[in-house]
T-cell receptor
Framework: GAVVSQHPSWVICKSGTSVKIECRSL??????MFWYRQFPKQSLMLMAT?????????EQGVEKDKFLINHASLTLSTLTVTSAHPEDSSFYIC???????????FGPGTRLTVT | KQEVTQIPAALSVPEGENLVLNCSFT??????LQWFRQDPGKGLTSLLL?????REQTSGRLNASLDKSSGRSTLYIAASQPGDSATYLC???????????FGTGTRLKVLA
């Protein structure tokens, strides 16, 4: 149980375009999901907290107009990278928080390359 | 703000050795602490979750302890195997929240 999926697993896009990444909790409901990014050989940095039915809260330094987050249902959160630039190239990972133990379950990640 | 540190940054050991990975955190007002494993280019696999009221958790060859008063957690790996080679991350929540702050990880290599 407690499986989180992400789609796509990797994506290449041209500079200036937008890319949407989906995060789904497959066998449990998640009122809270988190989005992280990871640069090569670095640890994970929290970008934003996604709450079902309300606006996401962004960490300091993260541009909310660039990284649009939508959490429309208890099993789906999406991250849209708008007007992508090469510096947005990174590994994006989502997690969903279980309601009982507050353990976080992580997705397999999405590797974004902007050319 | 919570800061999480992991030592050593890298570790290379022969197969069969028992290992201790260390995680330190600055703010002890945490709800829980979680240990993860990350293989190259992959997402995170949860290994152990320790609630603030617990002192340790065990799963197979893995044992994690938590000492909130000293701001430390250790991950003990018994009888290491080459398949244990990965980066191990610990994460502790920012004070009074469930937002995880991750350590920089320990890159483990177990030699056959």
């Amino acid at each position: 149980g407690a499986v989180v999926s992400q789609h796509p697993s990797w994506v290449i896009c041209k500079s200036g375009t937008s890319v949407k990444i989906e995060c789904r909790s497959l066998d449990f409901q998640a009122t809270t999901m988190f989005w992280y990014r990871q640069f090569p050989k670095q640890s994970l940095m929290l970008m934003a907290t996604s709450n079902e039915g309300s606006k996401a809260t962004y960490e300091q330094g993260v541009e909310k107009d660039k990284f649009l987050i939508n959490h429309a249902s208890l099993t789906l959160s999406t991250l849209t990278v708008t007007s992508a630039h090469p510096e947005d190239s990174s590994f994006y990972i989502c997690s969903a928080r279980g309601q009982a133990t507050y353990e976080q379950y992580f997705g397999p990640g999405t590797r974004l390359t902007v050319t | 703000k919570q800061e999480v540190t992991q030592i050593p940054a890298a570790l290379s050991v022969p197969e069969g050795e028992n290992l201790v990975l260390n995680c330190s955190f600055t703010d002890s007002a945490i709800y829980n602490l979680q240990w993860f494993r990350q293989d190259p280019g992959k997402g995170l696999t949860s290994l152990l979750l320790i609630q603030s009221s617990q002192r340790e958790q065990t799963s197979g060859r893995l044992n994690a302890s938590l000492d909130k008063s000293s701001g430390r957690s250790t991950l003990y790996i018994a009888a290491s195997q080459p398949g244990d080679s990965a980066t191990y991350l610990c994460a502790a929540p920012n004070s009074g929240t469930y937002k995880y702050i991750f350590g920089t990880g320990t890159r483990l290599k177990v030699l056959a």
